[in-house]
């Protein structure tokens, strides 16, 4: 069969790779090719546009680059006529992405969607255009079944590739002292992102925190594919240390967390790592998104937990001092700390039903009928 396969983001990326090495498990003539990156690549995608292109996030930061986005769009569409496929795998990028489902729908190619949009989260109704253009739905989070039901749609959970990623992680043992770490001093693992518009407005914050707490030793989780002038604000702070592409290594041996609300925040979850979500964005983006919002919290952890299992700092609320302040209630209150992570483990074992990789893949080829 042929896959023509769309990722627009790191995670996305990561977990197109394991879905693709899934798919060629029960496909062994499986062709594919696609957006999206180096994972994707490596595991034998054909790469036409890397996801890095198309990272645009926020209303202004979208509408500041629709002509651009627009001319991905187009390529994509000629892109995805010229290879004739026998089926569209999308992989999150919801706001790309279902354009191109609808794409699908109208020159009658078969779309599936794995990790769909968060429509549960704002613009519910949007359940009802992803089912009439999207053939087959799996998704990751236990509550989204339930979710799709409401709008009489049957979808496959396939668990958690977040957790399958975590289970597959080899840790580097060498990782502190290759880095001259210790634990002389508390580490605090700080995951700004990966976008360069989270990074603009959430390093001044964390800046401030590190200047702040002196007797701590903060070591950035940074990406290799983003300007490095991006991380200036934290340059030269003696107690400030960079990690490139090792943040899960980072996450064992860090005491305690700041997180950017993302994937990020399940990732230090299931590495049991205490942690506090911060986010910031421009105001008027803050403002329509909160007008929007149909859930109680932004954070993946609490979702999945159904409860404040940690605390949210939003906007206003991330500040300096107050997020000073949980950070040293995580390190210092034993039982606040003991709390969070029994929460952790429950959020461990709802997630844990097989490799969601493998699950999806091996539904997909077998929706497509492929024997072998």
């Not at 997630?351 to 077998?366: E, F, I, K, P």
Request: with cysteine; charged share 25%.
């Amino acid at each position: 069969m042929r896959y023509y396969i769309i990722a627009g983001e790191r995670s996305g990326d990561l977990h197109g790779g394991n879905l693709i090495n899934a798919i060629k498990r029960y496909d062994d003539k499986a062709v594919v090719r696609g957006f999206g990156g180096e994972y994707m690549q490596q595991a034998g995608m054909a790469l036409t546009t890397h996801y890095r292109d198309m990272a645009f996030m926020g209303f202004i930061e979208v509408i500041k680059n629709l002509g651009t986005i627009s001319s991905y769009i187009k390529k994509c569409k000629q892109d995805i006529l010229s290879f004739n496929p026998d089926v569209i795998v999308l992989i999150d990028y919801g706001g790309f992405n279902r354009r191109i489902a609808a794409f699908g729908r109208k020159k009658n190619i078969k779309v599936f969607y794995y990790i769909p949009p968060k429509v549960w989260a704002w613009y519910q109704r949007r359940a009802l255009e992803l089912k009439k253009n999207v053939d087959r739905m799996f998704v990751i989070l236990p509550f989204e079944k339930d979710f799709f039901k409401n709008f009489d749609w049957d979808v496959d959970y396939v668990g958690n590739p977040v957790l399958d990623a975590v289970k597959a992680h080899q840790v580097n043992r060498n990782f502190l002292t290759s880095h001259q770490l210790n634990h002389d001093r508390k580490i605090v693992a700080l995951l700004p992102g990966s976008r360069k518009q989270e990074l603009k407005f959430i390093l001044p914050l964390m800046s401030a925190i590190v200047k702040r707490n002196p007797d701590l030793h903060f070591v950035v989780a940074a990406v290799k594919t983003l300007n490095e002038d991006l991380y200036e604000e934290l340059r030269g702070l003696t107690n400030v240390t960079f990690v490139y592409e090792e943040t899960y290594d980072l996450l064992t041996a860090a005491d305690a967390a700041i997180v950017t609300s993302g994937t990020a925040t399940l990732e230090t979850a299931l590495f049991k790592v205490p942690q506090v979500v911060v986010y910031k964005s421009p105001a008027i983006t803050y403002y329509v998104v909160k007008a929007l919002i149909r859930v109680p919290y932004i954070s993946l952890v609490n979702l999945i937990g159904n409860k404040e299992v940690v605390k949210e700092m939003i906007q206003h609320d991330a500040n300096d001092v107050d997020v000073s302040r949980e950070l040293q209630k995580m390190l210092t209150d034993e039982s606040y700390r003991a709390a969070m992570l029994a929460d952790y483990e429950k959020i461990w074992h709802t997630l844990d039903t097989g490799s969601a990789s493998d699950n999806a893949g091996r539904l997909m080829v077998g929706y497509l009928g492929v024997s072998r």
